[in-house]
């Protein structure tokens, strides 16, 4: 029991008053004399007694019924909390993320919980309620109606963690206040089980939501598989959870038209493949019918003509073998000697091959650095009688090790870095341990790591080097020094230099994910680009170097679909975005031995606890009651006690 006023319970004292006047109430009698007191002796011995009980009848009442009236002042009350009237904070977290879209026994999880809502809480009731994507702040039910009805999927989907500091923010700093943390989600199972550290001042209270279906399956991926002039394969990657699915149809559209359709038999995971031809634009997606989680049934992609990069080379010698591999249907080849270079040509190039000058002055140093520093991409070959001093001005421009003076020894290419960007797409099927090794007669020995390794020589020094957006040789590869040039090797190597230089878009991106891509164009000054999908038109981040501009996106867009990239009106190209697939594994957390919190499976049972453990038993109508008894109890006695 506890009180709303403690202070009035020293008025208890006040109870040793009547004690005191009838213990020490003294009285005379007068003594009346009388021949035989024999009988009067036995009536004055009852009489006392009787007189004796009666008093302390009445001070045992009298003390109970001003008892009565303290407790009653002091209003005593049972409660679960130590807090009379304080004020109650309810957050609620909901978790509206793709998953909660299976089915419970009553819909939709996250249609039920919101239904759940506006039917448990009182419409005039103060809270707040937070979602992966929105978040109202004292608030009420009745206010936010039309929100929640209205309350969409996302994609994005916080961690356990971050969903509980984000709903915590949602609490006063009042010490005083009851806060109840309601969350309200599927639990599903992350990379992190949910365990979060208990906070002694917040109620944590969990509402896992069930489906009575956990089965599922989704389009996971896709990729072209082959390619040659005239056909792509596309490979369809499906992944599912559940018993084996027979004769599932899968669907290719490009522009909304169906352009073919097969079927797969899945268990875990299978795949299919289309061919369509190649060189052709495509606005594809491919189609699942699956009637648990919807937002993994489709996924966009799309093939675009693909954008000439151009190469600019800088040589006095014969530039023939790069004019072979950067051919006129993906670049735009220009060789230039060093006496006839116009700098003002690098404002045009993703790429530029330095290609065995002897002299590297620092005015050219200067513009190639101002050229990588507006995102273009520079390959270094020396020369065998270069000018030591200014390679390494050069090098030193751009954090690499300096050039010792040329060795004249036979060294061997042995070691490839398969985990290097521009061999591991693909290029190798495997690794090769004991291919035909290419060699140098003479290189320039480096010291120090400053730079990553592409190829190495078998000493483990690096034949060729990466550092940001710039490739050093450290041997020339004429044919009088290498055998590098007869390699097949080569063309790979400088072919995915070249085509990293503008890093053009892939068959799709996911929303949430870092993505980066750029777009040939020529902008106009203040002129920015857009992404737009129907009604829906989104300016991303970009930064404009020289003739492309680069691309990066995260949260936006937040819908999945083929966005069309734009100058103003003129579409440059279309980007596929889809949503991350992590939510269609419905796997969920076990909180059984959860104990840092309440769990439930419903929203009206955690609102019922907290109603119960909230709830104020005031006991003072009590106390009142008790003493108009004893009053009427001691009228009693003085009445009808002789």
Avoid: C
């Amino acid at each position: 029991m506890q009180f709303k006023n403690p202070e009035l319970l020293y008025a208890l004292f006040l109870l040793l008053i009547p004690i005191i006047v009838h213990l020490f109430q003294l009285r005379k009698f007068q003594k009346v004399y009388f021949t035989n007191v024999e009988f009067l002796k036995k009536v004055q011995l009852q009489t006392r007694k009787s007189a004796t009980i009666k008093k302390w009848l009445i001070l045992v009442t009298r003390l109970l019924l001003l008892a009565a009236i303290i407790f009653a002042f002091a209003q005593p009350y049972f409660s679960k909390t130590n807090t009379f009237n304080a004020e109650k904070e309810t957050v609620i977290y909901l978790d509206n993320s793709f998953s909660m879209q299976a089915k419970g026994e009553k819909g939709e999880l996250l249609k039920r919980a919101v239904q759940d809502l506006i039917e448990t809480i009182p419409e005039t009731e103060k809270l707040s309620l937070i979602t992966n994507t929105d978040s109202y702040r004292n608030t009420t039910i009745k206010a936010i109606r039309n929100e929640l009805l209205q309350l969409n999927y996302s994609s994005s989907q916080l961690g356990y963690d971050a969903a509980v500091l984000k709903s915590k923010k949602g609490f006063s700093n009042n010490s005083n206040t009851i806060k109840n943390l309601i969350f309200i989600s599927d639990f599903q199972q992350n990379t992190t089980e949910f365990n979060t550290i208990k906070d002694s001042s917040i109620t944590l209270n969990l509402v896992k939501l069930r489906p009575v279906n956990p089965n599922n399956i989704t389009v996971d991926s896709l990729y072209i598989s082959k390619q040659d002039p005239s056909n792509l394969e596309l490979t369809v990657i499906l992944k599912s959870k559940g018993p084996e699915v027979k004769n599932l149809p899968i669907s290719l559209f490009n522009n909304g038209h169906l352009l073919s359709k097969a079927s797969v038999d899945i268990n875990g995971e299978a795949s299919t493949i289309f061919t369509i031809p190649a060189n052709q634009i495509i606005k594809g997606k491919i189609t699942i019918e699956d009637t648990q989680l919807q937002f993994d049934n489709t996924l966009y992609f799309n093939i675009n003509s693909p954008s000439k990069i151009n190469v600019l080379a800088i040589s006095d010698t014969n530039t023939d073998y790069l004019s072979r591999m950067f051919t006129e249907d993906e670049f735009n080849f220009t060789s230039k000697t060093a006496s006839t270079l116009d700098y003002s040509l690098f404002d045009n190039q993703n790429l530029v091959v330095i290609d065995e000058t002897e002299t590297l002055s620092e005015n050219l140093t200067t513009a190639l650095k101002a050229f990588t520093d507006n995102g273009g991409a520079v390959v270094f070959i020396p020369a065998t009688k270069g000018k030591l001093t200014e390679y390494n001005t050069f090098l030193n421009r751009f954090g690499f090790s300096s050039f010792k003076a040329i060795q004249n020894t036979e060294k061997r290419i042995t070691s490839i870095n398969y985990a290097h960007p521009i061999y591991a797409n693909g290029v190798f099927e495997k690794r090769v341990d004991n291919f035909q090794y290419p060699k140098v007669n003479r290189y320039y020995p480096q010291s120090g790591a400053k730079s990553i390794s592409v190829l190495q020589f078998e000493d483990a020094k690096p034949f060729l080097s990466q550092n940001k957006s710039v490739y050093v040789f450290s041997a020339p590869i004429n044919m009088e020094n290498s055998n590098f040039k007869n390699i097949n090797l080569i063309v790979p190597t400088f072919y995915n230099i070249a085509k990293q230089s503008l890093n053009t878009s892939t068959l799709y991106y996911t929303i949430g994910q870092n993505n980066s891509y750029d777009a040939a164009i020529n902008l106009k000054q203040d002129a920015v680009v857009t992404l737009v999908n129907g009604k829906e038109k989104i300016i991303p981040e970009q930064n404009y170097f020289n003739d492309k501009v680069v691309i990066k996106t995260n949260d936006l867009p937040e819908k999945a679909g083929i966005y069309d990239l734009k100058n103003n009106t003129e579409i440059i190209q279309n980007i596929s975005y889809n949503y991350n697939r992590a939510e269609s594994n419905l796997s969920y957390s076990k909180l059984d031995n959860y104990k840092n919190g309440t769990v439930s499976d419903s929203i009206s049972s955690v609102f019922e606890n907290i109603n119960n453990d909230t709830k104020v038993n005031e006991l003072w109508k009590w106390f009142v009651i008790l003493g108009f008894v004893l009053l009427i109890l001691e009228m009693v006695i003085l009445k009808y006690f002789k």
